[in-house]
């Protein structure tokens, strides 16, 4: 098949001079592409000597300018390789002198660990108790919570066995069946007319019934709390546990709960204990959500008794606050990561004991 010109896409006859490209092989007329009888000549005699269309040039000349940009990142990729021998090498020096350091310290220890020797029973003592690494002493502590754990669920099902067998007795009679739904139907009625937030409730023994009122508390939205109302030796104590999750902003609406919590707790007793998890870094003074925290403590004379970290990012979030007229001791706030994230935080009340007075009848008073 007879080849054709690439640019004038005509058949090349005998006779005709004609030129091939040395990277695309292909045929052109030499009047086409403007090459005279003396270049064509040239190109075929000589070898070293090679002739490129006008595309194929152009190409050549991007291949070089990439092969220039590949020479320039190799030259730096090879600085790179070279800085990184160099801080290998200077790395390898400090690893002999630290292996060496190593054993200079082997010969000393063995020099130390002669039979017989005072010493040497020391140094080995002391190896052993440093062999007894942080998580073999996590590992104690986790084993010792278990196992109270274990003993506190035993006493609480045999608790649960004990009292499976407490049936409470019905034997009201009419009249007092008649007076409690009486009363029942009273306490709804009352509770459905009021418009002060009171919740209404029968209490007191049999026959000797009466309805009593207490504040509502408000619904939370920012915190959870759980309030308990204990007497202790005639003593009124309030338990007020909170909680407030750390992936919640802190806005003025906690603030707002907070304060109307503590106006209807305050009102139960003057002995207050408030504990929980606030999320709120108190030990950050300067903090504008510490310095609102502190300040409605203060204005319900309630005080802060833990002043250290709680938590494994170093930040006091775990509280126990009680009134200022009933102090807690022997404060401890365990390290942090053994239950979870935050430490345990324990904490003893003190609690006056009531002496009764034993009376003696008038049979008795010649006795002593």
């Not at 418009?195 to 508390?217: D, H």
Request: hydrophobic residues 40%; proline residues 2%.
């Amino acid at each position: 098949m007879a080849s054709k010109c690439k640019k004038c896409v005509k058949v090349t006859k005998d006779g005709v001079q004609c030129v091939q490209c040395f990277q695309c092989e292909n045929i052109f007329h030499a009047k086409c592409v403007g090459v005279n009888d003396e270049v064509v000549e040239v190109t075929r005699t000589l070898l070293n000597f090679k002739w490129y269309c006008d595309i194929c040039l152009k190409t050549v000349s991007n291949i070089r300018l990439s092969t220039k940009t590949v020479n320039d990142n190799n030259n730096e990729i090879k600085l790179k390789v070279d800085q990184i021998n160099a801080a290998n090498i200077s790395l390898k020096h400090e690893l002999d002198i630290i292996k060496n350091m190593i054993k200079d310290n082997d010969s000393k220890l063995e020099k130390l660990d002669e039979p017989g020797s005072k010493l040497s029973v020391e140094i080995d003592h002391f190896k052993s108790e440093l062999q007894k690494t942080w998580a073999s002493v996590v590992g104690q502590e986790v084993k010792k919570a278990k196992e109270l754990v274990m003993k506190s669920s035993y006493k609480l099902k045999q608790m649960s066995e004990e009292l499976s067998k407490v049936w409470i007795a019905n034997d009201l009679t009419a009249e007092q069946r008649s007076e409690l739904k009486s009363l029942i139907a009273n306490v709804k009625s009352r509770e459905a007319a009021c418009t002060g937030g009171f919740l209404y409730r029968v209490r007191g023994p049999v026959g000797k019934w009466r309805i009593v009122s207490f504040k509502k508390l408000p619904v939370l939205k920012t915190f959870e709390a759980l309030a308990i109302k204990l007497k202790i030796n005639g003593t009124h104590i309030v338990l007020l546990a909170v909680y407030r999750p750390g992936s919640a902003l802190i806005s003025s609406l906690f603030f707002q709960e907070l304060v109307a919590v503590l106006e209807i707790i305050s009102l139960l007793s003057n002995n207050v204990v408030l504990a929980g998890d606030f999320n709120v870094h108190v030990e950050k003074h300067m903090d504008p959500h510490s310095v609102s925290l502190c300040e409605i403590f203060g204005n319900f004379n309630l005080v802060n008794r833990i002043n250290e970290p709680t938590h494994e990012l170093e930040g006091v979030f775990d509280l126990i606050i009680t009134s200022m007229s009933f102090p807690v001791f022997d404060i401890r706030v365990l390290p942090p990561g053994v239950f979870s994230d935050h430490g345990l935080v324990q904490a003893c009340l003190s609690i006056d004991q009531v002496i009764r007075m034993k009376k003696k009848g008038w049979f008795d008073l010649g006795k002593t």
